[in-house]
């Protein structure tokens, strides 16, 4: 059975960093591309970031790039969301998601429980 599991989620004042974690069993997990996505109230699920098996691929949503960074610990199961500068617009449920090849689209097989983001003006 697969389980991702978000983690690292909380309120932050705008300015401020977190960093996200996801933790992934029952998947062989340095075969699979990882992404990030997120939802805000009474918005489509949008996509945030994503990176390749080994890391040496990564895309980034045109309005996180240069403040988000995704990657990946193959040893550790887990990929990272690292989030800078975070502004009151990044608000949302983050979720994290598997899938075999790498896409910037929501069609991802296996999909988090989700982690709340709340960033404060």
């Known amino acids: 059975q697969v389980q991702l599991a978000e983690s690292g989620g909380g309120l932050v004042q705008a300015g401020g960093s977190l960093r996200l974690s996801c933790a992934a069993s029952?998947?062989?997990?340095?075969?699979?591309?990882m992404g990030w996505f997120r939802q805000a109230p009474g918005k489509v699920r949008e996509f945030v970031a994503a990176i390749s098996w080994i890391g040496s691929i990564t895309h980034y949503a045109d309005n996180v790039k240069g403040r988000f960074t995704i990657s990946r610990d193959n040893a550790k199961n887990t990929v990272y969301l690292q989030m800078n500068s975070l502004k009151p617009e990044d608000t949302a449920v983050y979720y994290c998601?598997?899938?075999?090849?790498?896409?910037?689209?929501?069609?991802?097989?296996?999909w988090g429980q989700g982690t709340q983001v709340t960033v404060s003006s």
């Open positions: 998601a598997a899938n075999r090849v790498i896409v910037t689209t929501p069609e991802f097989d296996y």
């Open positions: 029952g998947l062989p997990f340095s075969r699979y591309a």
